[in-house]
C-alpha cells in the first residue's frame, strides 16, 4: 500500500502540472487594453491641465 502512494505522489504532480499549463496558456482576451489606455489617456490630459495652470 505504501508504494501505491509513493507512486500516486508523481501522479497527482503531472496532472497538476498539466492543468496549470492549460491555464497558463490559455487565450486572454485583449479587451480590457482598450480600457486601460483610455484610461491613461485621461490621466495624461489631467497631469498636462494640471501643470498648465502653475
Same mark, same amino acid.
Given at each position: 500500500?505504501? +508504494?501505491?502512494? $509513493? @507512486? @500516486?505522489?508523481? &501522479? &497527482? +504532480? +503531472? &496532472?497538476?502540472? =498539466? @492543468? $496549470?499549463?492549460? $491555464?497558463? =496558456?490559455?487565450?486572454? *482576451?485583449k479587451? !480590457?487594453? &482598450?480600457? %486601460? @489606455?483610455? !484610461?491613461?489617456?485621461?490621466?495624461? %490630459?489631467?497631469? %498636462?491641465?494640471? *501643470?498648465? =495652470?502653475?
Amino acid at each position: 500500500m505504501a +508504494a501505491l502512494l $509513493w @507512486l @500516486l505522489i508523481p &501522479v &497527482v +504532480a +503531472a &496532472v497538476a502540472a =498539466g @492543468l $496549470w499549463g492549460i $491555464w497558463a =496558456g490559455r487565450q486572454r *482576451h485583449k479587451t !480590457g487594453d &482598450v480600457t %486601460e @489606455l483610455s !484610461g491613461y489617456a485621461r490621466f495624461r %490630459e489631467a497631469m %498636462e491641465k494640471s *501643470h498648465q =495652470g502653475t
